[in-house]
């Protein structure tokens, strides 16, 4: 009898440390999976619907939704890959928003153009002179990566976004900000893409195009 008492109390011992086993991988299962779900998150917020009513604000503010660290950083996923977010401040107001892809040209890509989409839904057809030779517009992956321009720009003249004070004093009479997406292509083996959302300076003749 004393034998099978300590052989079901061994039995349970070995029970628990099962359970305690799979409840601690569970656990750092979920808390991964809720790391992973809420970086996603995070990076919805600085997606183009989300950021068109916060350009152009003073930093102060800027919501907590979309404060970023002490570097003026944040790191977030998109699409599983990683992004590095950064602000430009132009006076102390949001000029540009920063999205780092890195060598991930394709998923770059695609972020922007759900930009595109969004902006062309909200404010129709871009802006930009049809012949200009880096628009963003109609631009391929396999373009982009064979010719050897750097910056490419899509732009719309009439949102709803308030750019007023981020052109200095000695530019006002010829210089305007307008609302856009513009691409960096860091040169490299395998190029670097930056795209950026937010104010595109342009000369203040810049006409809109008609529909």
């Keep these: ?22 409840l601690s991988t569970f656990m750092i299962f979920t808390f991964s999976a809720c790391a992973d779900i809420g970086n996603e998150s995070a990076m919805d917020v600085f ?10 604000i003073d930093k102060t ?26 602000y430009e401040f132009e006076e102390d107001k949001l000029l540009r928003i920063q999205y780092n892809f890195g060598t991930e040209t394709d998923t770059a890509f695609k972020f922007i153009n759900e930009t595109m ?6 404010y129709g057809k871009s802006d930009t002179y049809e012949t ?43 210089k305007r900000v307008d609302l856009g997406i513009g691409i960096n292509k860091l040169p490299a083996d395998d190029p670097i893409t930056i795209v950026y959302i937010g104010g595109i300076i342009n000369s203040a003749n810049t006409q809109k195009l008609s529909d």
Excluded: C
């Design 1 to 22: 009898m004393i034998h099978t008492v300590g052989h079901l109390s061994g039995n349970k011992t070995i029970a628990k440390r099962v359970v305690a086993f799979f």
């Design 132 to 174: 200009l030779p880096n628009r963003i517009e109609g631009l391929t992956v396999n373009e982009y990566l064979a010719n050897d321009t750097m910056q490419y720009q899509e732009y719309w003249i009439d949102s709803d976004v308030d750019f007023k004070g981020l052109v200095p004093e000695e530019y006002k009479d010829t």
């Design 61 to 86: 503010q800027l919501p907590e939704t979309l404060t970023l660290d002490d570097a003026n950083s944040y790191k977030s996923t998109y699409d599983n890959v990683p992004v590095e977010i950064k």
């Design 47 to 56: 997606q183009a619907d989300s950021i068109i009513g916060v350009l152009g």
């Design 117 to 122: 989409s969004t902006f062309e839904q909200k």
